[in-house]
Structure formats: C-alpha cells, structure tokens
C-alpha cells in the first residue's frame, strides 16, 4: 500500500519565530508519513493560556514552533502499520473527527510511572516542537498536524462544537486529572481560583461529581457572571471577600488554576482540618508560596500539584464533554474567533481583551 499523499501535497502553517516577531505563514509538502502515523486535517484550535505565555514571552519556546495544541480534526489519512483503533478500542477510518492527547510518548520508552505518562524522557508535545524543513505539521496552528505513532486518539462525534472539542485536549483533560489527585468531590465544600476555562470547567465537573457546594473566585469580575451557568454556588472577586461572604469558613478542596503565589498561599489558609489544595496554575516562574508547615501538619493538609494529564484522564475529558457539551455553555467561552491567516490578531486579541478563550478556525479559512 502506498503510504504517499498525492491529493494532499501542501499545506500553510503559522510559524511562530519568538516573541515580538511577526508570525511566519509557510507552505510546506506534507512528508511521507513513518510507521503507524496518522495525517490529520486541522480544523479548528483554541489558544490555551500557555499559548499566549509564549506569545508574550513569559514562557520560553525554541524559536520556530507550529504554536497551538487544543485541537481538533478529521482524518486524512493513517498508515498501514497503525492498528486503526482509537484509545477507547474504537475503530477508526478516514474521516472521523478526533482528539488526541497533547503528548506521545515513543513506543520504546517507559514511562518513570504508569501513571505519569506525560513525564517520559523522549516526550513529544504538540504545539511545542521545532518547525523543521517540512516537519512543520505539529501544532494546531497549521492546516495539518501529523500525529506519531502511539499518540492516544480518541474518535468523537461530529455533532460536538468543534470549539468545545478543540479544548478538550489540554483544558479538560487536566482539569479531569486534578479532580482525580483531588479524591472523592461528592459532598465537599469547594473553591476554585481563577475562572478561566480551567476554573468553569472545575466547577462543571464538581457539579457533576455532586459537590456540596462550589465558590469561584477570580478579581476579573467579568468572568464571574459564568459561575453559575456552570453550576457554581458563590463567586468572589477577591479572597477579603471569599473571608467576608463564604457562608462556611473552611474549604475541603482547593484548586487553584491562577499560579499566583497569593492566591495559593489564600487557598492553603482556607483549608480545614484534612483538607487538600491542588496546585495546576504555576506553569512559569513566580515568586514561592509561603507556607506554614506547623498549620500543614497540625491539620493535616495536603498540597499536590499536577501537570498536564495521564491517558486515564484524556480519556475520562472526552466521556465528560460528551455527556455535557449541551448541559453547560463551554461553546461560549471562545468569546471570539479568527481564521488561521488571522492568527497575529487573534494572539493580540487574546494577550490585551482576556477573554476566556479565542479560537482560530483552521478549516477553510
Ligand atoms: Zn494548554
């Protein structure tokens, strides 16, 4: 079987050369694809907060990066050698609309634990990785995106928003994940820094995990009129407030999505006796958290952090989306979008307006 691609010879791909550079538009010849690779059509990709941490330079990419790794897409072609099942044992085919999960870990690799897959030496991320010759199709702000062999795929229905189901690969994937470092939700009292898509999603699923009662807290208060369309209870737009107002004074879990040291430094203090605060914001260099050991120790606190997610919890993301893209306004929250030859609009867009999210349709624009 020929493993060529005659009728999808070129594509264009936004390559993204550091921070205050111009976006380059490139056209490259999608290369032969190796072993058990499959060729995606891009169709649409939300910029994700790291995105824009790069964009702005507050995080450090190589120069060269096909940005952007909140995506969906169809089909184009898969490699005889792939075994033509999804993550879940679904069979695909050309034409089907996946996720996939942001990393890929080699074939010959272990992962320093089962349930860490996304710390194995040798990791491939999507969205993070050099634009090379014609090894550019890796990120989600390109036509294509080639995905390695032993990527976890996951086949979705078509009748998911494509804006939704691009935010299931990063956002609520590890949102899924912190939950589950969180423990059992049902009955907790909850509070949740940073209402972002992060935070909506965290009150979502804690709705649907039957949580006693959920408090969002964020001190852009234009976000906090999402509160209760995705189940929240109480929002606050600062922590004197979260201190005046709360109708109950401790919290069982706290997330905290933001990365501000006071914000977490807030979240441990809200604390009571045996509870846990799950760190997933603190993705860039900030000043430490201070931490009082004897208040950790004397009430038995625990403090976890998380990055990105584990195959379990890409898997449970999608089971989730599915279930409740109809019940919970997620759509809404890209509060703009742009076509992909827009893309330094929509970067400027997303670094001055802050809004939740900004999408960028690659399809047919
Ligand atoms: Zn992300």
Redesign the pocket.
């Known amino acids: 079987m020929n493993n060529q691609l005659p009728d999808f010879p070129s594509g264009r791909a936004a390559v993204f050369n550091g921070a205050g550079q111009p976006f380059e538009f490139i056209e490259r010849d999608v290369p032969p694809l190796n072993k058990g690779e499959i060729l995606v059509k891009n169709l649409y990709t939300t910029l994700?907060?790291?995105?824009i941490h790069t964009y702005c330079g507050r995080r450090i990419e190589p120069a060269q990066v096909v940005l952007g790794?909140?995506i969906v897409g169809d089909i184009l072609f898969i490699d005889p050698a792939h075994p033509h099942k999804d993550f879940r044992g679904n069979e695909i085919k050309t034409g089907d609309r996946i996720t996939w999960a942001?990393f890929s870990v080699p074939a010959d690799v272990e992962a320093p634990r089962k349930d860490m897959p996304q710390k194995s030496d040798y990791l491939f991320k999507y969205g993070h990785a050099l634009a090379n010759g014609n090894d550019v199709f890796n990120g989600g702000l390109a036509e294509y995106c080639v995905l390695h062999a032993n990527t976890a795929v996951i086949k979705i229905s078509p009748e998911i928003p494509v804006e939704v189901a691009a935010t299931i690969s990063?956002?609520h994937a590890?949102i899924m994940g912190a939950l589950r470092i969180a423990g059992e939700i049902a009955g907790k009292r909850v509070i949740i820094f940073g209402a972002g898509l992060l935070g909506l999603s965290c009150v979502a699923m804690c709705r649907e995990a039957a949580a006693d009662h959920i408090a969002l807290i964020d001190n852009d208060e234009s976000r906090l009129k999402w509160n209760e369309k995705f189940g929240g209870d109480d929002a606050y737009a600062s922590p004197s407030e979260i201190a005046e107002k709360l109708p109950w004074a401790e919290a069982d879990i706290v997330f905290d999505m933001t990365g501000s040291p006071q914000a977490m430094k807030t979240g441990i203090d809200s604390l009571a006796l045996g509870g846990i605060a799950v760190w997933i914001g603190a993705v860039f260099p900030a000043e430490p958290v201070q931490v009082d050991a004897q208040k950790i120790v004397r009430k038995v606190l625990q403090i976890r952090g998380l990055h990105n997610y584990n195959y379990d919890d890409f898997v449970n993301a999608n089971a989730f989306i599915e279930s409740n893209y109809k019940k919970y306004p997620f759509g809404e929250l890209i509060e703009k979008e742009f076509h992909l030859s827009e893309v330094e609009e929509a970067f400027e867009y997303a670094y001055k307006s802050k809004p939740v999210r900004v999408g960028v349709k690659i399809a047919g624009a």
């Open positions: 994700c907060g790291s995105d790794h909140e942001i990063c956002a590890t």
